[in-house]
């Protein structure tokens, strides 16, 4: 009788420390939207989707927030990305027009229980322009299970305006007052996001400084980052500004945080080398995260 409840004290040990040592997976990714300037210039979509894709393939994270996704882009995607579904919706009409800030996710690591949307705004639940945004913008959020351990936690994803000041920061409030709203104290919440901020600006500071959020690449035990996030498709100048971020609430421990700056050779017009192009204007963030 000693014996089997050694063992089973050990099964217990060894299954609790496989349950626990489940890491999350996360990115944040700005595609930049199809348009016919970046075509002209040689950065459309069509070639820059294959590279996209691929490079979320390879790294496949469980789970990641995207932006400035029209639905084109967003059917496009799901033809070539590897076991991913998605939520959102278009940020015009709550349908199909406009720009998406979908989260995709590994159908096979990740379910869906529930989702949502709201627009970024003083009537947040209906289509519209808030405060000094020039623009509509608008956050997605779903409520998933980790297969593997059983987990539920929240996932929130946006893109803030890049003019309106007062419309980032309210936008911000607003997030929050949302996820305490679908929180309980016990439900972990990440959120993803182009905040058209970096970790100088007042909105970035309201979240850090919310006591319930914390900036991944501040919290990380390993980070790789050496650039900002945004490139405007310029390779050659380096700085230090973090418009996209991921925050994650208390119950995790960030493990790793990387800025990845990868790109591709573009074909060019016949006779001439090929060019070092990049996938998007802005760079990817990924990051590793455990439950504590």
């Avoid at 405060?131 to 987990?151: L, M, S």
């Avoid at 800025?259 to 990049?278: F, V």
Wanted: hydrophobic share 35%; with cysteine; net charge positive.
């Amino acid at each position: 009788m000693k014996n089997y409840r050694l063992l089973i004290s050990v099964l217990l040990v060894i299954v609790f420390s496989h349950v626990n040592a489940q890491p999350t997976y996360v990115a944040t990714y700005n595609i930049r939207y199809e348009n016919s300037n970046d075509t002209r210039k040689g950065n459309g979509w069509k070639q820059r989707c294959p590279v996209v894709c691929a490079q979320i393939n390879f790294e496949h994270p469980d789970i990641f927030g995207a932006q400035e996704v029209k639905h084109n882009q967003l059917t496009d995607m799901l033809k070539l990305l590897d076991g991913y579904d998605y939520i959102g919706c278009g940020r015009e009409d709550g349908k199909q027009k406009g720009e998406y800030a979908p989260i995709f996710f590994d159908l096979k690591k990740i379910e869906l229980l529930e989702q949502g949307h709201f627009w970024i705004s003083e009537t947040p639940d209906t289509p519209g322009i808030g405060w000094d945004a020039v623009c509509p913008r608008i956050c997605t959020w779903g409520r998933f299970r980790q297969v593997n351990t059983g987990i539920t936690f929240l996932f929130f994803n946006l893109h803030l305006d890049h003019t309106g000041k007062k419309a980032r920061t309210e936008g911000a409030k607003l997030v929050m007052e949302r996820i305490r709203l679908l929180a309980s104290d016990e439900t972990p919440v990440i959120l993803t996001g182009d905040f058209n901020g970096d970790q100088f600006e007042d909105v970035y500071r309201f979240l850090t400084q919310s006591g319930y959020l914390s900036d991944c690449y501040e919290a990380c035990r390993i980070r790789f980052a050496e650039n900002g996030t945004f490139n405007n498709y310029n390779q050659k100048d380096r700085n230090e500004s973090r418009i996209d971020h991921i925050f994650v609430s208390p119950q995790y421990r960030v493990d790793r945080y990387a800025i990845l700056t990868n790109a591709y050779w573009a074909p060019s017009k016949k006779g001439a080398k090929p060019k070092r192009r990049l996938p998007s204007d802005h760079y990817p963030v990924f990051v590793h995260l455990d439950f504590k």
